[in-house]
C-alpha cells in the first residue's frame, strides 16, 4: 500500500480530516483533538504521515508513521 498523507483541516462544522488530494472529507468532528486522533489511527494503520492545520490553513505540525529510514539518507 503507498504511503498516505492524511491532513486535519478546519471545517464549517468544525474540523475535517482528509487525505492529500481528495475533495471530499473522510470524517468531521467537533474538535480538532477528536479529529487528530481519527487523523493518526488512519495514519498508522496505512503507514502514512499526518498534517496538523491551524484555522489560517498553515501547517502547525506534522507526524510520520511507518518505516521511516534511521539514519535518514542524505
Known amino acids: 500500500m503507498s504511503k ?3 491532513h486535519v483541516v478546519p471545517h464549517e462544522d ?6 492529500e488530494g ?4 473522510s470524517s468531521t468532528h467537533d474538535t480538532q483533538s477528536q479529529a487528530e486522533r481519527a487523523a493518526r ?4 494503520r ?3 504521515e499526518t498534517f496538523i492545520h ?9 507526524n510520520s508513521y511507518g518505516n ?3 539514519p535518514p539518507p542524505g
Do not use: H, K, M, Q
Open 4 to 6: 498516505s498523507n492524511i
Open 14 to 19: 468544525g474540523w475535517a480530516v482528509r487525505r
Open 22 to 25: 481528495a475533495e471530499r472529507a
Open 41 to 44: 489511527r488512519t495514519a498508522v
Open 46 to 48: 496505512e503507514g502514512g
Open 54 to 62: 491551524r484555522r489560517t490553513g498553515e501547517i502547525r505540525d506534522r
Open 68 to 70: 521511516d529510514p534511521y
